[in-house]
C-alpha cells in the first residue's frame, strides 16, 4: 500500500473541514470570526504547502544533479571498463604471442639438443679414430700434449659431460692439426736409431710432407718412413753421410725466409695405412653395416643350418636306388616273394621304408598294399622336403635385408648432409659404406643358399619319383602275382 507524507494529510484534513464549515454554515452576507480563522488556517496550510512543493523541487533538482553526476560518473566508469577490456584483450593477445614464442624456443632448442646430441657422437667417435690418426701420425712438438688432450676429452665423454665443449674441444684441435700442414718447425726429441740406440736429435717437420732428423751431437741423420708390414705407424730411417750436413744445414735454416736447402722429399709417407697394403678385416667390414647386419647374419646363420641339416640328412638316407632295384624289384617281378623280403631287410633309406610297409600289406589285397605304401611314402616325403621351404624364405629375405640396410643408410646419410653440408666427403662414408656393406653381404647369403635351395629341391623331388616308380613297380608285381593263381585255377 502506497504511503502518504504528513503534508499531504494535513492538506487533505484542511481541505475536507473547510468544505464541512461551507456546507454546514448558513448562507450569510457577512464573514463571521470562525470563517476568518478557517481563510487563517487554508492560507497558512497553502503556504506551507507552498513552501514544501518549493522544498520538493528542490530536493527534486537535487535528486536530478545527484542522478546526472552518478550518470557522468558511470559513463566514466563503462568508458573505464571498456579501455580495461580492451587492455586485458592485448594482453591476452600477447600472452598468447608469448605462449607461441615459448613453444617455438622449446622446439628449437629440442631440435638443437638433437643437433647437438648428434653431433656430440660424431665428436665421440671422431676422438677415437683422431687419437689413433695422432699415434700414427708424422712427429711434432704437439703430438703428444694433443693425444693427452684427446684421452681427456674421451673421458669426458663416457664420463657424460657437455656436448657443446666436447665438441668445441673436438673441433678446435681438429682446427689446430690441420695448420700443420701449412707449418714448419725444429723441435727437439728423442729417436731411435737404426743401431737400437736412442739419442736426443733435432727434429725438421716440414709441414705433412717431410720430417727428418739430426742428432744434437751433428754426427747422425735420418729421415722418417712409414713402417712396414702390418705394423702401422713411423720409423725413422737413417741415410748416407751427406745427410748430416744437409739436415743441419736445414735445421739451421728453419725459420729464415732467405736460406734455401734441398731436401729428399718422399711424396707419399703421409698416405693413410690402408692405402699402402693391408684393408678392414672382417669384424670391421661386418660393423661397417650398421645394426641391420644383426638380422641379416642371423638368417644367414639360419639358413647355413638348415642347409648342414638337409646336407647331413641326405648323406644319413642314402636310396640306394641300384641295391633295391637288384635286391628287391627284380626278384618282385620274378614272382619270388621271399628273395625280395630276404633282399630288402638288410637296406635302410627313404626308397626301402615305403616298400617295406606295402610288402607287409601284401597279404591284404591290393586297396591295402597301396594305401600302407602311400602312408610311409607321404613320411618319407615330409621328411625329404623339411626345411626347403624355410631355406628359400631365407635367400629370399637375406637381399630384402641388404635393401632395408641400403635404405638405412642412405637415410644416415642425408643426416649427415643436413647437419654438415657435402663439404667433407669423409663425413659420408659411414652412411654410404652402410648401404653398400648390407647389400653386399644380403647378395652373398642370398646366392649360394638359392642355389643349394634349387639342389636340394632337384634332390628331393628325384627320390620322390624313384619312391613313387619302385612302389608302382611293388604294388604291379604283388597283385599281378595274387591274380595268378586264381587266373591259372579258372584255367584248369
Given at each position: 500500500m502506497k504511503a502518504f507524507s504528513p503534508w499531504t494529510v494535513l492538506i487533505v484534513a484542511?481541505?475536507?473541514?473547510l468544505v464541512f464549515a461551507?456546507?454546514?454554515?448558513?448562507?450569510?452576507?457577512?464573514?463571521?470570526?470562525?470563517?476568518?480563522?478557517?481563510?487563517?488556517?487554508?492560507?497558512e496550510a497553502a503556504a506551507e504547502l507552498d513552501a514544501e512543493r518549493a522544498d520538493w523541487k528542490k530536493a527534486e533538482a537535487e535528486f536530478e544533479s545527484a542522478k546526472a553526476a552518478l550518470g557522468s560518473e558511470i559513463e566514466a566508469l563503462e568508458r573505464d571498463i571498456l579501455a580495461l577490456a580492451g587492455t586485458i584483450e592485448a594482453q591476452e593477445r600477447k600472452a598468447a604471442e608469448l605462449a607461441a614464442s615459448c613453444e617455438e624456443i622449446a622446439r628449437v632448442e629440442e631440435e638443437s639438443g638433437r643437433k647437438l646430441d648428434a653431433l656430440a657422437a660424431f665428436a665421440a667417435q671422431g676422438?677415437?679414430?683422431?687419437?689413433?690418426?695422432?699415434?700414427?701420425?708424422?712427429?711434432?712438438?704437439?703430438?703428444?700434449?694433443?693425444?693427452?688432450?684427446?684421452?681427456?676429452?674421451?673421458?669426458?665423454?663416457?664420463?657424460?659431460?657437455?656436448?657443446?665443449?666436447?665438441?668445441?674441444?673436438?673441433?678446435?684441435?681438429?682446427?689446430?692439426?690441420?695448420?700443420?700442414?701449412s707449418s714448419s718447425e725444429v723441435f727437439r726429441s728423442p729417436v731411435l736409431l737404426d743401431s737400437g740406440e736412442q739419442k736426443e736429435a733435432d727434429v725438421l717437420r716440414l709441414g705433412r710432407i717431410f720430417c727428418g732428423y739430426v742428432t744434437?751431437?751433428?754426427?747422425?741423420?735420418?729421415?722418417?718412413?712409414?713402417?712396414?708390414?702390418?705394423?702401422?705407424?713411423?720409423?725413422?730411417?737413417?741415410?748416407?753421410?751427406?745427410?748430416?750436413?744437409?739436415?743441419?744445414?736445414?735445421?739451421?735454416?728453419?725459420?729464415?725466409?732467405?736460406?734455401?736447402?734441398?731436401?729428399?722429399?718422399?711424396?707419399?709417407?703421409?698416405?693413410?695405412?690402408?692405402?699402402?697394403?693391408?684393408?678392414?678385416?672382417?669384424?670391421?667390414?661386418?660393423?661397417?653395416g650398421g645394426p641391420v647386419m644383426i638380422p641379416l647374419?642371423?638368417?644367414?646363420?639360419?639358413?647355413?643350418?638348415?642347409?648342414?641339416?638337409?646336407?647331413?640328412?641326405?648323406?644319413?638316407?642314402?636310396?640306394?636306388?641300384?641295391?633295391?632295384?637288384?635286391?628287391?624289384?627284380?626278384?618282385?617281378?620274378?614272382g619270388n616273394v621271399e628273395a625280395a623280403e630276404a633282399g630288402l631287410k638288410p637296406i635302410r633309406g627313404p626308397l626301402a621304408r615305403p616298400l617295406r610297409a606295402g610288402m607287409a600289406a601284401r597279404g591284404l589285397g591290393q586297396g591295402a598294399i597301396e594305401a600302407a605304401f602311400t602312408a610311409a611314402a607321404s613320411a618319407e616325403m615330409a621328411s625329404l622336403e623339411r626345411f626347403l621351404s624355410a631355406i628359400a624364405a631365407m635367400a629370399v629375405v637375406a637381399p630384402l635385408l641388404g635393401l632395408l640396410g641400403t635404405v638405412t643408410g642412405m637415410i644416415s646419410t642425408f643426416d649427415v648432409i643436413t647437419i654438415f653440408g657435402t663439404g667433407d666427403p669423409r663425413l659420408l662414408s659411414g652412411g654410404i659404406s652402410e648401404a653398400l656393406v648390407?647389400?653386399?653381404?644380403g647378395l652373398i647369403i642370398a646366392i649360394p643358399?638359392?642355389?643349394?635351395?634349387?639342389?636340394?629341391?632337384?634332390?628331393?623331388?628325384?627320390?620322390?619319383?624313384?619312391?613313387?616308380?619302385?612302389?608302382?613297380?611293388?604294388?604291379?608285381?604283388?597283385?599281378?602275382?595274387?591274380?595268378?593263381p586264381g587266373e591259372g585255377g579258372e584255367s584248369a
Open positions: 484542511a481541505s475536507a473541514a461551507c456546507l454546514a454554515q448558513p448562507a450569510a452576507s457577512e464573514e463571521t470570526p470562525e470563517d476568518a480563522s478557517i481563510d487563517r488556517a487554508i492560507a676422438i677415437e679414430s683422431m687419437k689413433t690418426v695422432l699415434e700414427i701420425s708424422v712427429p711434432h712438438s704437439e703430438r703428444d700434449a694433443r693425444i693427452a688432450f684427446l684421452s681427456r676429452l674421451d673421458a669426458d665423454a663416457r664420463a657424460g659431460s657437455s656436448p657443446a665443449s666436447l665438441v668445441s674441444g673436438y673441433f678446435r684441435l681438429m682446427a689446430e692439426e690441420a695448420e700443420l700442414g744434437a751431437d751433428r754426427k747422425q741423420a735420418g729421415l722418417l718412413f712409414r713402417s712396414s708390414g702390418d705394423k702401422a705407424g713411423w720409423s725413422w730411417k737413417e741415410g748416407e753421410e751427406g745427410l748430416v750436413g744437409t739436415m743441419s744445414e736445414a735445421v739451421d735454416a728453419c725459420g729464415n725466409p732467405d736460406r734455401r736447402v734441398g731436401l729428399p722429399l718422399d711424396v707419399t709417407m703421409d698416405l693413410p695405412p690402408e692405402m699402402l697394403g693391408g684393408g678392414k678385416d672382417i669384424a670391421t667390414f661386418l660393423i661397417s647374419l642371423l638368417s644367414g646363420l639360419a639358413a647355413l643350418l638348415m642347409i648342414l641339416e638337409r646336407l647331413a640328412f641326405l648323406a644319413l638316407n642314402r636310396p640306394h636306388a641300384s641295391l633295391v632295384e637288384k635286391a628287391v624289384l627284380l626278384p618282385l617281378k620274378s648390407t647389400t653386399e653381404v643358399v638359392m642355389l643349394v635351395h634349387s639342389w636340394l629341391s632337384t634332390r628331393a623331388t628325384s627320390l620322390v619319383q624313384r619312391i613313387e616308380i619302385a612302389g608302382a613297380s611293388m604294388v604291379s608285381s604283388l597283385c599281378s602275382r595274387n591274380r595268378d
